[in-house]
């Protein structure tokens, strides 16, 4: 998803979603980019809009 070559993780939340405290809504993106060294930066908040999903803009 961001294009750096790098594999990342793209996650759905449900109803139970809390991320830095803050509870979000069902059917939102939080995204987890790769560092390259088979770790994963900390989630990212997204929304429900998914048009991104594909890596287009």
Do not use: C, H, M, Q
């Not at 830095?20 to 997204?46: E, I, Q």
């Amino acid at each position: 998803i961001s294009g750096d070559g790098r594999p990342d993780l793209v996650t759905v939340t449900n109803e139970k979603y809390v991320l830095d405290g803050f509870d979000g809504n069902p059917g939102w993106l939080v995204t987890y980019k790769g560092l390259g060294n088979g770790k994963l930066a900390g989630g990212v908040r997204g929304d429900g809009e998914w048009w991104l999903l594909n890596g287009l803009a």
